[in-house]
């Protein structure tokens, strides 16, 4: 009698044993890395995107909610909804300058929407759609600096994200005017912000539509303009069916006025 009580125990707990089994592998997905193709995107039920969380109006995490919002996670939803149903099926992973590429390469998310500047050489590592947005890069200074242009800016030391296009836009332009401008480069946006405000840099540079979400009451934007920059939505080069499908989206979207509305949604016209 004792054995079979015991054996009994046994085929319970095995039983047991089988269906927590069954219900984890059922019930989660393995979504560690991804290949970036559609197929997998599909198979997964998670559009996995690298996007900023530190630009005001593109991507900024919400310090009450501990969510992250902009333009930019307004496609991320459009794209989430158009390619899986649901606009809620979609994983963000903060990035910066420096690591949004990486994160790619290395499949760890599908596609990158984090201001993400289209260039010949970028082109050569990775797709990007049709622009979504179109900028230029701009300084950010002091108001008692004095500065009225980068002209002004002899000496002077500029704070640029790592691994950004900005630094070379207006090494171009000074090299130009004949002028001899110094960089500082840090891993984020609020730090280039806090060196300008301790004095450790000059001029906060990057896009001018992110230097607006910057300003405030003892900073500027100087009215130089350099090299137009233009945004793509950006997926691997072997990616063709979803970034052909990404680039479906978003020709869409710019034809019947959706991403101008959301331009103006977040204020982005700078």
Request: charged share 25%.
């Amino acid at each position: 009698m004792i054995m079979k009580k015991v054996l009994s125990a046994l085929l319970i707990l095995c039983l047991v044993f089988t269906l927590a089994a069954c219900s984890s592998s059922t019930g989660s997905k393995d979504t560690a890395t991804t290949d970036g193709s559609l197929d997998s995107v599909v198979k997964a039920g998670v559009l996995r995107v690298g996007v900023k969380e530190d630009v005001p109006n593109f991507g900024l995490r919400n310090t009450a909610t501990g969510e992250i919002e902009g333009f930019e996670i307004d496609i991320v939803k459009l794209l989430a909804k158009e390619i899986l149903g649901d606009e809620n099926a979609y994983e963000l992973t903060p990035v910066t300058a420096k690591t949004r590429g990486p994160l790619l390469d290395n499949g760890e998310v599908d596609l990158v929407i984090a201001t993400f500047t289209i260039t010949d050489e970028r082109k050569l590592t990775y797709n990007f759609s049709t622009p979504y947005y179109e900028d230029a890069v701009g300084l950010l200074v002091k108001k008692d600096a004095g500065f009225k242009g980068l002209a002004d800016m002899n000496g002077k030391v500029i704070g640029v994200a790592q691994s950004a296009t900005s630094k070379d836009a207006v090494q171009k332009v000074a090299d130009e005017k004949g002028i001899t401008v110094s960089f500082s480069e840090y891993a984020t946006y609020p730090e280039i912000k806090a060196a300008l405000d301790s004095g450790r840099v000059d001029a906060f540079c990057v896009d001018g539509s992110i230097l607006g979400g910057y300003v405030d009451d003892s900073t500027m934007i100087l009215p130089d303009r350099f090299s137009p920059q233009q945004y793509g939505v950006t997926s691997k080069l072997d990616s063709l069916a979803l970034t052909e499908a990404v680039d479906g989206y978003i020709n869409g979207w710019l034809e019947d006025g959706t991403i101008e509305g959301l331009i103006t949604k977040w204020g982005l016209k700078y």
